[in-house]
């Protein structure tokens, strides 16, 4: 599932957009509305460049594209207004697909660095690299984009695993089992709670 923030001050217009969005992009959810319980694949800005660029500087794991009519704002995703359709949603695959699989993409956590497309995380205080299958990759990245929230076991399996019929919570359970035994010495690089996982930062 991919989570979209549309935030818009003109209500017929985000309404609109949010159905094209939801008709066209397969498994797409998109929310007028910031939740901090919403772990965002991308955020949708209409017209307001402070904003933008405000998201921009907060949310540095996501990436955040605006549409404009006249603006100076510098933006890596801008699109001019009046959009088509199909320009929209495929800068939307384009970034969400960029922040997700960069060869230059990585993510730092505790004594931890983990390069999304090499399958491979670093252990900064020995020295160590392992592989990771691309289930236990997105497992982290979806921890890591939390920032800090406690995830629960049925959203790693509906954001993770796609709420996979064959996937349960002893699934979850047993690959961060695996993970942790793969890539933690003395120190826990993933946090278990009784109501679900976090990263150690």
Request: charged share 30%; net charge negative; aromatic share 8%.
């Amino acid at each position: 599932m991919t989570n979209i923030l549309l935030l818009s001050d003109n209500e017929d217009f985000r309404t609109d957009l949010k159905e094209q969005i939801e008709l066209y992009t397969q498994d797409a959810n998109v929310f007028e509305d910031k939740d901090d319980c919403v772990v965002f694949d991308a955020v949708i800005v209409d017209e307001n460049a402070c904003l933008a660029q405000n998201l921009q500087n907060s949310m540095r794991q996501t990436p955040i594209i605006f549409l404009k009519k006249d603006t100076d704002a510098e933006i890596p995703f801008m699109l001019t207004k009046p959009l088509r359709l199909e320009e929209l949603l495929d800068t939307l695959v384009r970034s969400v697909n960029l922040f997700r699989r960069s060869q230059e993409g990585r993510i730092e956590f505790g004594n931890y660095i983990l390069y999304a497309e090499q399958k491979e995380i670093l252990n900064r205080r020995t020295g160590k690299r392992t592989k990771l299958t691309e289930r236990e990759g997105d497992i982290i990245s979806y921890l890591f984009k939390a920032k800090g929230k406690i995830v629960s076991k049925s959203e790693l399996l509906s954001e993770v695993w796609g709420y996979n019929p064959e996937a349960t919570t002893h699934t979850v359970e047993t690959h961060i089992y695996r993970l942790r035994q793969k890539i933690e010495d003395d120190e826990p690089a993933i946090i278990t709670e009784e109501s679900g996982y976090t990263l150690n930062f």
